[in-house]
């Protein structure tokens, strides 16, 4: 599938919901989900941005403290069929799998479902002119992409992320 519009697809509807409250196969209930919740924000990592700069790389930063985005088909993960575990770059949390990766067409790794809700977190971003949803990392507030609801099936999302918002390790 060609996606021309990559991770700045047009304007989605106010409306548009996103949650994936789901661990592999397995829905949580409302009270593990807010368990688990309250567990990320205790977990919550703070630090200064002088802090974040002396252990990111400066391309690091720029994603995701400053919100960047890195270069379509010039990243580290567009193209990774290894199987793993997709881990934020900032704070380790484990956000994406290789089980839901899948070739979107637009540069960037694309996946159709967290590895769990509480992982992540999804804010409306109008930036640019548009309305899109972006998602961060749960633990750090890091900025890993955006997510579309243009992707495959089961869940129909797709989430754009940046390669140097993410760290990858492999399955032994």
């Known amino acids: 599938m060609l996606n021309l519009f990559g991770c700045n697809q047009a304007e989605q509807p ?17 009270a ?5 919740n309250q567990q990320t924000q205790r ?28 270069p379509a088909f010039k990243n580290k993960y567009n193209a990774n069929k290894a199987k793993g575990i997709y881990y934020c770059a900032a704070c380790h949390n484990p956000v994406f799998s290789s089980e839901t990766k899948f070739d ?32 961060l990392c749960a633990r750090c507030g ?16 797709r989430y754009c992320l940046n390669s140097a918002a993410l760290d990858f390790v492999a399955k032994k």
């Open 14 to 30: 106010e409306t548009a919901a996103f949650t994936t409250a789901t661990t592999g196969d397995a829905p949580l209930s409302e």
């Open 32 to 36: 593990q989900t807010e368990k688990l």
């Open 43 to 70: 977990d919550t990592i703070q630090k200064t941005e002088a802090e974040w700069k002396k252990i990111l790389t400066p391309e690091q930063f720029y994603v995701l403290r400053q919100k960047g985005t890195e």
């Open 104 to 135: 979107s067409g637009t540069g960037w790794p694309s996946f159709w479902k967290p590895i769990a809700n509480y992982r992540i977190r999804e804010v409306k971003d109008r930036t640019d002119g548009m309305v899109r949803t972006e998602v």
């Open 142 to 157: 890091g900025h890993l992409g955006h997510v579309f609801d243009d992707g495959p099936k089961p869940t129909g999302l």
